[in-house]
């Protein structure tokens, strides 16, 4: 069975400052991992996707993942936080063997101070 | 190309009534999915379509939920009767043939908020 584990549900960075963003996940078979994000009022947004070429992930606006195998980790990074960041944050797993269905973490929100 | 849509953004009914929620996938995507997630929760797998064929439903909570994909368009989701706890916001999502690049990438609609009352 897979799993995710987002630590803190609420997080709270100052402008400029690093982002981190953090997942676990639990997978008997190699998983494909990926980075939503969801802005006030909109719906999720693909960030970036781990699916087994290099480990470290560079998706949009900055963002960066790093697939850590040993740590079964995949957190998310941004090395200056902007106003526009503030959104949902959502880690999520699948099965590789097939286009099953995502296994989502609880969210993690950030909050931008200026 | 537009996206995924979703219909009606918000809904409103009293417990016991029936709510139709209707998604259009990327046009060409063969792969559709349900998800919802109630306030609070994560979000949750509800079932999977391959074109008209339901390839995983096991995330369905009950028989008072029912999803259809004629033709393999478009894709409706109706709860009879519903019940308070099926509040929550109700995603879909699509995703292209396996043999796709991008295959693995699901796309979501912007969610149906369903309020039970």
């Known amino acids: 069975a897979q799993s995710v584990t987002q630590l803190g549900s609420h997080v709270s960075v100052s402008e400029g400052a690093l982002v981190l963003l953090r997942c676990n996940y639990s997978?008997?078979?190699?998983?494909?991992l990926f980075w939503y994000v969801q802005y006030p009022n909109q719906g999720l947004q693909l960030l970036l996707k781990y699916t087994s070429a290099a480990t470290l992930v560079k998706g949009i606006n900055d963002f960066e993942a790093e697939f850590k195998k040993s740590e079964t980790s995949f957190h998310l990074t941004k090395p200056s936080a902007h106003m526009s960041d503030a959104a949902e944050y959502f880690c999520?797993?699948?099965?590789?063997?097939?286009?099953?269905?995502?296994?989502f973490g609880k969210g993690t929100k950030l909050s931008v101070k200026p | 190309e537009a996206g995924v849509t979703q219909f009606p953004s918000h809904s409103v009914i009293e417990k016991g009534q029936t709510v139709t929620l209707r998604c259009d996938p990327i046009s060409g995507h063969d792969n559709l999915y349900w998800y919802r997630r109630v306030m609070g929760k994560e979000i949750k797998f509800l079932l999977h379509?391959?074109?008209?064929?339901?390839?995983?439903e096991s995330g369905m909570p009950n028989n008072r939920f029912l999803a259809e994909r004629t033709g393999g368009t478009y894709s409706t989701l109706k709860v009879q009767p519903a019940e308070l706890e099926d509040s929550g916001v109700y995603f879909c999502a699509s995703s292209p043939r396996r043999e796709a690049t991008n295959a693995y990438e699901q796309y979501f609609g912007p969610g149906t908020r369903l309020t039970v009352t």
């Open positions: 379509f391959v074109k008209e064929s339901k390839q995983d």
């Open positions: 997978s008997s078979v190699p998983p494909y």
């Open positions: 999520a797993v699948s099965d590789r063997r097939s286009q099953g269905n995502l296994i």
